[in-house]
């Protein structure tokens, strides 16, 4: 099983091939925005890698950090992400701080929209 590492938490082994924002809700107990329901929409789910970042990402985040103009080094959309490996995150997109009533709508046990991999240089 991988183990997530949340900087300020501490580490959790994980189901592999888990959605990371489900992994940080779940698992270990953060309060993770995923405004939009984890479909790469809203950037509220937005992470930093310190370690482990996976070298690929669905067309679906890529297009969506592109217009959001996100381009900061490792920071990622949790909700297109699998834990397939040992990865460790920064949250920076918390309930806590936010003003939302709640962290959003409920996320699939599938990345949403199906998704279409690229390497993060593509």
Known sequence: MPKLTVEGVGSFEVAKGKRL???LVDDAGTDQLHACGGVAKCTTCRVQFTDGEPPRMTEAERDTLAV?????????????????HDMSVKLISRLEGSGRKDQGSPVADTIQPAPVWVEQDA
Request: charged letters at 20%; glycine letters at 4%.
């Open 21 to 23: 924002v489900q992994a």
């Open 68 to 84: 959001r103009q996100i381009s900061d080094a490792g920071v990622r959309l949790s909700c297109q992400i699998q834990c397939d």
